[in-house]
């Protein structure tokens, strides 16, 4: 597996690795039920100003497969991000969730970052536990019901080999 910057080219890998992204997980990604993604919501997730953001692909090398994808916009004060991840469903619990929520954790303090922030669903438990096991503090979203916020002090991470 290779994992690497995402570039605006990987969209042509958008529609394969979404037809092994079951609806439940693109739920529980965007929050909303959708059968997939409009060709626009893909040319903007891989459009991204590097300077204001930073997502990471990982590639299955033999195939040339999309397996998952992490991706961290940055709040307009330049000093907190919010994270977003999602993995082809068939390959969930091996791993793959941890690895790339590490190296998008890595990156983010390499930056300068001083806090990484997301919103996860409540019913979400492998992301909470996940999130829980890489350091995030969990609270009630104020702003919507059914909605946990993760956030991570990066000055609470120790140097992170990835
Ligand atoms: C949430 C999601 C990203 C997790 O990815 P994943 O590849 O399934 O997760 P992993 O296999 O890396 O980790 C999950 C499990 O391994 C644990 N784990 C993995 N690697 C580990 C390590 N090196 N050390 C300790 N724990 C580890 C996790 O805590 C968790 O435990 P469990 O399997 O016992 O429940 C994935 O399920 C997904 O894409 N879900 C749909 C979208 C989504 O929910 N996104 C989050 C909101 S933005």
Redesign the pocket.
């Known amino acids: 597996m290779l994992l690497r910057p995402l570039k605006a080219e990987d969209g042509v890998l958008y529609p394969d690795f979404l037809k092994e992204v079951t609806e439940a997980?693109l739920r529980?990604?965007f929050f909303a039920p959708m059968r997939g993604l409009s060709d626009a919501l893909i040319d903007k997730l891989t459009h991204y100003d590097p300077q204001h953001a930073m997502a990471f692909i990982a590639i299955d090398v033999r195939t040339g497969k999309m397996l998952?994808v992490v991706r961290l916009h940055d709040d307009p004060d330049g000093e907190a991000a919010e994270f977003?991840?999602?993995?082809r469903s068939h390959?969930?619990?091996?791993?793959?969730?941890?690895?790339l929520m590490r190296h998008m954790i890595a990156n983010a303090k390499d930056k300068g970052l001083k806090v990484v922030h997301?919103q996860?669903l409540a019913e979400?438990s492998?992301?909470l536990?996940?999130c829980t096991?890489l350091g995030f503090h969990t609270t009630d979203d104020t702003g919507e019901r059914g909605v946990k916020r993760v956030t991570l002090p990066l000055k609470e991470v120790p140097a992170l080999a990835d």
Request: hydrophobic letters at 50%; a neutral charge.
């Open positions: 997980d529980l990604r998952g977003a991840i999602l993995v390959l969930k619990g091996h791993g793959l969730g941890w690895l997301g996860v979400n492998t992301m536990l996940m096991e």
